[in-house]
């Protein structure tokens, strides 16, 4: 029993249903967020997910990551499957002052990494102490 409301848990946590088309799902991925003092790194879990069909956007302090899934199911004759096929999307609010122009992606093993480096504003600096 507590494994089936484990389940239902997290099934609740990752997925949610898309209000553009009719019944389709859409997965939130899991992410990891590392700060430095260049940059924040982002990590997602996308699987299943090709490099042509991730969309990342970056507007007025709001990071969309969009990521197109085909299904994998070509036979109607599964015994059982438990692997959800769905897109994925997540959105976040970035505060840090983000320098646009320098952003980059990579999609690599089902992990998408998104540098977003800092501006140099609100990098870090070291103050020098005259005596």
Known sequence: ???????????????????IRDNAVTFTPRCDIVET???????ADVPGVDTNDVDVRYENGQLTIYGKCASRRQADNYVDFEY???????AFAINEAIDADKMAA????????L????????????ITVKS
Not at 37 to 43: A, G, H, M, S, Y
């Open 1 to 19: 029993m507590a494994q089936t409301t484990l389940t239902k848990r997290e099934k609740k946590d990752i997925t949610t249903r898309e209000q």
């Open 37 to 43: 003092d260049d940059e924040l790194l982002l990590f």
């Open 84 to 90: 959800g096929i769905g897109d994925f999307y997540r």
């Open 106 to 113: 990579e999609l690599k093993d089902g992990v998408l990494t």
């Open 115 to 126: 540098h977003l480096p800092k501006s140099e504003a609100v990098k870090p600096r070291k």
